[in-house]
């Protein structure tokens, strides 16, 4: 089955920038989607078609492609960033969704 | 804007059919190009897609759980359902419902999620 691969962990302290990757074999041809969720919360997305930010999201989250991987920047990170964060796609096909396995961010 | 809750039993026996409903508000479940999904998360783990239908009716199911897994659509009652046959205590998760639109194919809006026991 297809798989989504990111670290488990991240550390920045506030103000740095924070960068989680997502690999896999799909994504030059799939789009990639990022959701931050908080604990005892629903994910919230914050970047949509690999690098489009919904509105109310801050200009801090971006995203980015190069080849079979994707990265969600945080620049400036805030304590309020800290939280867990999840890569989605799709098969080669486009037909089933997949996540990664999720990176806990800890801002230091 | 639309708004999703997820409600069902919070304890399932063994072998037997979880069950759950995602009522939407705010919109109609049956106007537009959307995609209405599952996803569920066990405690401490990552997030696993279930399956979604569209507006149209069609499905998609995890291959993973394909042999195990009903989506549904009640336009009546703007609503739509989960079934998990047979379930064991592998499927002890919160659920959630969630809705993409068929441009952004995201997961934009999401339920609070339900926290669902497999136990005798």
């Known amino acids: 089955s297809y798989e989504l691969t990111q670290p488990p962990s991240v550390s920045v302290s506030p103000g740095q920038t924070a960068r989680i990757t997502c690999s896999g074999d799909?994504?030059?041809?799939?789009?990639a989607y990022w959701y931050q969720q908080k604990p005892g919360q629903a994910p919230v997305l914050v970047i949509y078609?690999?690098?489009e930010r919904p509105s109310g999201i801050p200009e801090r989250f971006s995203g980015s492609s190069s080849g079979t991987t994707v990265t969600l920047t945080i620049s400036g990170v805030q304590a309020e960033d800290e939280a867990d964060y999840y890569c989605?796609?799709?098969?080669?096909?486009?037909?089933?969704?997949?996540f990664g396995g999720g990176t806990q961010l800890t801002v230091l | 804007q639309v708004q999703l809750q997820e409600s069902g039993p919070g304890l399932v026996k063994p072998s037997q059919t979880l069950s759950l409903t995602c009522t939407v508000s705010?919109?109609?479940?049956?106007?537009?190009?959307?995609?209405w999904s599952w996803i569920r998360q066990p405690a401490g783990k990552g997030l696993e897609w279930i399956g979604r239908?569209?507006?149209?009716?069609?499905?998609n199911y995890n291959p993973s759980l394909k042999s195990r897994v009903t989506i549904s659509v009640d336009t009546s009652k703007n609503q739509f359902s989960l079934k998990l046959s047979s379930v064991t205590a592998a499927d002890t998760a919160v659920y959630y419902c969630?809705?993409?639109?068929?441009?952004?194919?995201?997961?934009?809006?999401w339920g609070q999620g339900t926290m669902v026991t497999v136990s005798s």
């Open positions: 969630a809705v993409s639109t068929v441009l952004t194919k995201a997961f934009d809006i």
């Open positions: 989605q796609s799709a098969d080669s096909s486009g037909t089933y969704a997949v």
């Open positions: 799909a994504l030059p041809k799939q789009y």
């Open positions: 239908i569209y507006t149209s009716g069609s499905t």
């Open positions: 705010g919109g109609s479940i049956s106007s537009g190009s959307y995609y």
């Open positions: 078609k690999d690098s």
